[in-house]
């Protein structure tokens, strides 16, 4: 991260906006995955809804991971707080972008990405290099 940093001359202040980049990636990875398995077998889009939520979760757990350990302490709430708002992000543009309606997955998908988000971020609390 430090020579990318140092590359683009630009460095992220706040560890929830660090993490929530990070999700974003993670959550790109996880959408190319996903197409990839779409393309090359017989699923269907019908019956990837279990696989979305693993990659949301898997994004919100690698942006609490890394927000924590930016931070160096409270991991639960670094955690908590980028899993909240990387469901409000995703809320907001699938709104946008598809003009999608509240249903049930969407509690879902904010128990999934908060919970995975807690968890990240008390691993990313220990793995952190602060001062103990």
Not at 43 to 67: I, N, R
Not at 75 to 98: D, E, K, Q, V
């Amino acid at each position: 991260m430090n020579s990318l940093s140092r590359l683009f001359g630009l460095r992220m202040a706040s560890p929830v906006a660090s993490g929530l980049y990070w999700s974003g990636i993670w959550l790109a990875i996880g959408a190319i995955i996903l197409s990839i398995m779409l393309m090359g077998s017989s699923l269907s889009e019908s019956t990837m809804q279990p696989w979305v939520f693993c990659v949301h979760g898997w994004a919100s757990l690698a942006g609490g991971f890394m927000s924590a350990k930016r931070s160096g302490r409270r991991g639960w709430y670094f955690g908590m707080a980028n899993g909240m708002l990387y469901t409000l992000l995703l809320l907001i543009i699938s709104f946008l972008a598809t003009d999608a309606s509240w249903s049930m997955a969407v509690p879902i998908l904010l128990g999934v990405t908060c919970l995975a988000g807690v968890f990240g971020g008390m691993l990313g609390v220990n793995a952190g290099t602060g001062n103990r």
